[in-house]
């Protein structure tokens, strides 16, 4: 699907690209196809596709998978694929936005844990990846394009400037891999920065005792308030937080986890967090919530 073909399908139906739904649309066939096949979707896959478009991903996903499930937000789209009944027979297309869809009545429709593709709108990637965390259980792949810049802070490691809230959380459900590098003119509109494809692969069930017994909202909340200001050590970021008031049991807490309490939050790995997440998570039970 050529640029100027993409262009004149859109404007034949009175369509637009929206920005408030950060559409930018694939307009090569090759470069679609390279996706899927770089995904590798099984026979008997069900696959769901976040933001059909105009079907550039949806047909070579249709090709490879038994069904596909095609999440698409815009009403227009929607009614033109529904009025040309131009999308292949195993293709369910569902108006609504991914991140309101119930993720798990949609994993058991699907009869497995879920698998996505998608090209997906820069505006709900942040969003859309914190969903995928809280439905880890329910999540079995995703294979994403993302602004360059976001998939490489999924990807980042300790001590590097992109380090930061997802790069933590990520690391300890999850390994990510880099698929393919996408330039701007792959795309209509074509955006200001490069995209890249990467796959999300969640650990599969029964996971390791110590991350299923771990207290995820506890650590969510710790990561969060470290990083709130990254530049300050552990002990003051998690005294913002106000889950312990007492700086000097704090100290001892963070000591408790084998840390240091000048130390940063951009140095610590997903497992010194969750050292820390379980340390915090002892002293607030022996407490009752109080500390």
Same mark, same amino acid.
């Given at each position: 699907?050529?640029?100027?073909?993409?262009?004149?399908?859109?404007?034949?139906?009175?369509? =637009?690209?929206?920005? /408030?739904?950060?559409?930018?649309?694939?307009?090569?066939?090759?470069?679609?196809?390279?996706?899927?096949?770089? =995904?590798?979707?099984? +026979?008997?896959?069900?696959?769901?596709?976040?933001?059909?478009?105009?079907?550039?991903?949806?047909? +070579?996903?249709?090709?490879?998978?038994?069904?596909?499930?095609?999440?698409?937000?815009?009403?227009?789209?929607?009614?033109?694929?529904?009025?040309?009944?131009?999308?292949?027979?195993?293709?369910?297309?569902?108006?609504?936005?991914?991140?309101?869809?119930?993720?798990?009545?949609?994993?058991?429709?699907?009869?497995?844990? !879920?698998?996505?593709?998608?090209?997906?709108?820069?505006?709900?990637?942040?969003?859309?990846?914190?969903?995928?965390?809280?439905?880890?259980?329910? #999540?079995?792949?995703?294979?994403?394009?993302?602004?360059?810049?976001?998939?490489? /802070?999924?990807?980042?490691?300790?001590?590097?400037?992109?380090? $930061?809230?997802?790069?933590?959380?990520?690391?300890?459900?999850? #390994?990510?891999?880099?698929?393919?590098?996408?330039?701007?003119?792959?795309?209509?509109?074509?955006?200001?920065?490069?995209?890249?494809?990467?796959?999300? /692969?969640?650990? +599969?069930?029964?996971?390791?005792?110590?991350?299923?017994?771990?207290?995820? +909202? *506890?650590?969510?909340?710790?990561?969060?308030?470290?990083?709130?200001?990254?530049?300050?050590?552990?002990?003051?970021?998690?005294?913002?937080? $106000?889950?312990?008031?007492?700086?000097?049991? !704090?100290?001892?807490?963070?000591?408790?986890?084998?840390?240091?309490?000048?130390?940063?939050?951009?140095? *610590?790995?997903?497992?010194?967090? =969750?050292?820390?997440?379980?340390?915090?998570? =002892?002293? *607030?039970?022996?407490?009752?919530?109080?500390?």
């Amino acid at each position: 699907m050529a640029y100027q073909h993409t262009k004149s399908i859109l404007h034949d139906r009175g369509l =637009a690209p929206h920005k /408030r739904l950060g559409q930018n649309f694939l307009v090569h066939r090759h470069t679609a196809e390279r996706i899927v096949e770089l =995904a590798d979707p099984r +026979p008997d896959d069900t696959v769901v596709e976040v933001g059909v478009g105009l079907g550039a991903l949806t047909n +070579p996903i249709a090709a490879r998978a038994k069904q596909v499930i095609g999440i698409e937000a815009d009403a227009g789209i929607v009614k033109l694929h529904r009025e040309e009944n131009d999308l292949p027979v195993n293709v369910e297309l569902v108006h609504g936005d991914i991140l309101r869809v119930d993720l798990i009545e949609l994993a058991a429709r699907c009869g497995s844990r !879920l698998k996505f593709i998608a090209n997906l709108p820069y505006s709900i990637s942040s969003p859309f990846l914190f969903r995928l965390l809280e439905h880890r259980e329910q #999540t079995a792949w995703a294979v994403v394009m993302l602004q360059k810049e976001v998939a490489q /802070r999924l990807m980042a490691t300790p001590g590097s400037k992109e380090y $930061g809230i997802p790069s933590v959380l990520f690391a300890g459900c999850a #390994t990510i891999e880099p698929l393919l590098l996408v330039k701007p003119e792959e795309f209509h509109p074509r955006p200001k920065v490069d995209s890249l494809v990467i796959r999300i /692969r969640f650990q +599969p069930p029964p996971q390791p005792a110590a991350i299923t017994t771990l207290d995820w +909202p *506890l650590l969510n909340k710790i990561v969060h308030s470290c990083f709130a200001q990254r530049r300050k050590t552990l002990r003051n970021g998690l005294a913002a937080s $106000g889950l312990v008031r007492d700086k000097k049991l !704090l100290d001892e807490i963070i000591e408790q986890a084998g840390l240091t309490p000048s130390i940063r939050a951009e140095q *610590l790995s997903f497992d010194q967090f =969750a050292a820390l997440a379980r340390s915090l998570a =002892a002293l *607030l039970k022996y407490n009752g919530d109080e500390a």
